[in-house]
């Protein structure tokens, strides 16, 4: 089994930052890639990034590029979500999933995080 649990959400000034963490823990050896995934009120959860065990990154949303990184420490089974120059749109709960490969869609990952509350508000 594995646990995700995210960490770091909180409220933010527009054009503020935050740093979003996720901690995997268990049969970490199973996943491959790790996703971040948002869902905002009244929307579908969507697919933000991806980072691939090997520190490949593939962006899902045009809104957060120039603006979200993503990086991981496989040494300290850490992936970390640097948000910047955010916007009161990118108001949701984050979550990250685990699965074997980096993809879009939710019902790729089989592990999930609890989720964290990112709030930008003035």
């Known amino acids: 089994q594995v646990q995700l649990v995210e960490s770091g959400g909180g409220l933010v000034q527009p054009g503020g930052s935050l740093r979003l963490s996720c901690a995997a823990s268990?049969?970490?050896?199973?996943?491959?890639?790790i996703g971040w995934f948002r869902q905002a009120p009244g929307k579908e959860r969507e697919g933000v990034s991806c980072?691939?065990?090997?520190?490949?990154?593939?962006i899902y949303q045009n809104s957060v590029k120039g603006r979200f990184a993503i990086s991981r420490d496989n040494a300290k089974n850490m992936v970390y979500r640097e948000m910047n120059f955010l916007k009161i749109e990118d108001t949701a709960v984050y979550y990250c999933?685990?699965?074997?490969?980096?993809?879009?869609?939710?019902?790729?990952?089989?592990?999930w995080g609890q989720g964290t509350q990112v709030t930008v508000s003035s």
């Open positions: 980072i691939s065990r090997s520190g490949g990154v593939t």
């Open positions: 268990g049969s970490i050896f199973s996943i491959n890639a």
């Open positions: 999933a685990g699965g074997h490969y980096c993809s879009e869609s939710a019902n790729n990952y089989i592990h």
